[in-house]
């Protein structure tokens, strides 16, 4: 064979090699991508959804527990509010006659009923003749902070309050007639139960608590002292006076005294 055909020769096997190499390759190429794009590939999208599956999950357990949360604040905030605003029924008063004297002074003829929380009367009514149009009735009061009405926290759940006294607005206040039943330091409203020794403290020494912060503090009291609200009567009209669990006191006139006022007796 000549030179050249021998040059041909080498070139065509060398061609050859090449293409074989490239075929090689290529397969090669081909079952890597295959390999990956039906067993690698699979298998990574398989973890990235499982990592992802474990993201969504926590993050719907951290929204859970959220909602729980947000639930149980919300329920608290509802029971909290509707403590703060419960209204306890204390007593009526009724206004028999309301006219002038002899000498032209005018005045009032008043029917006073301490009541429980079912509307019951606490011992007796007392009947008050009172110089005015306007009654006034003094209580002693001690409110305690909102947490531990909202808590109902068993010995400040609500305020503590105490009738006093009753005057007409053409009457000093040191002529007052007392609404007490008896001289015990301990209102009748809270002798229906055991009195605690928390009570006592209280209205044993009223006076000395209202003036000293420090024991307030300890009690757990945000405000302490007197209050006397009052009304210009009508003829005939009765009013009913309610205590919130605050400490808020209310004088207002009611159409008439519904069953279970007074001990059932209703239309008075």
Not at 152 to 158: E, Q, S, T
Not at 178 to 205: C, G, R
Request: proline share 3%; hydrophobic share 35%; aromatic share 8%.
């Amino acid at each position: 064979m000549t030179s050249r055909t021998m040059e041909n020769v080498k070139t065509v096997n060398s061609a050859v090699r090449t293409l074989m190499m490239l075929a090689v390759a290529g397969g090669l190429g081909y079952v890597t991508w295959f390999g990956y794009h039906n067993y690698v590939a699979p298998g990574m999208e398989a973890k990235k959804a499982l990592a992802e599956l474990e993201t969504l999950k926590s993050d719907f357990q951290s929204l859970e527990a959220q909602l729980e949360t947000t639930t149980a604040e919300k329920d608290r905030l509802a029971t909290s509010l509707k403590l703060l605003k419960l209204d306890k029924r204390a007593a009526f008063v009724e206004v028999m006659e309301k006219g002038v004297d002899d000498k032209e002074q005018p005045y009032l003829e008043v029917r006073f009923t301490e009541v429980d929380p079912d509307g019951n009367p606490i011992g007796s009514s007392k009947d008050f003749t009172l110089q005015g149009e306007t009654f006034f009735i003094d209580t002693w009061m001690a409110k305690f902070e909102d947490r531990y009405v909202e808590q109902a926290d068993g010995l400040r759940g609500a305020a503590l309050f105490k009738f006093k006294r009753i005057f007409g607005d053409d009457e000093k206040p040191s002529q007052a007639q007392s609404l007490e039943h008896t001289s015990s330091e301990v209102p009748e409203f809270y002798k229906q139960n055991a009195v605690s020794d928390f009570e006592k403290q209280i209205w044993s020494d009223f006076h000395a608590v209202c003036n000293d912060p420090a024991r307030q503090d300890e009690l757990g009291i945000r405000a302490v002292g007197g209050q006397a609200p009052h009304i210009k009567a009508e003829q005939g009209r009765t009013y009913k006076v309610t205590i919130r669990a605050t400490g808020d006191i209310s004088l207002n006139p009611v159409e008439k005294i519904t069953d279970g006022d007074l001990g059932g007796n209703s239309d008075r």
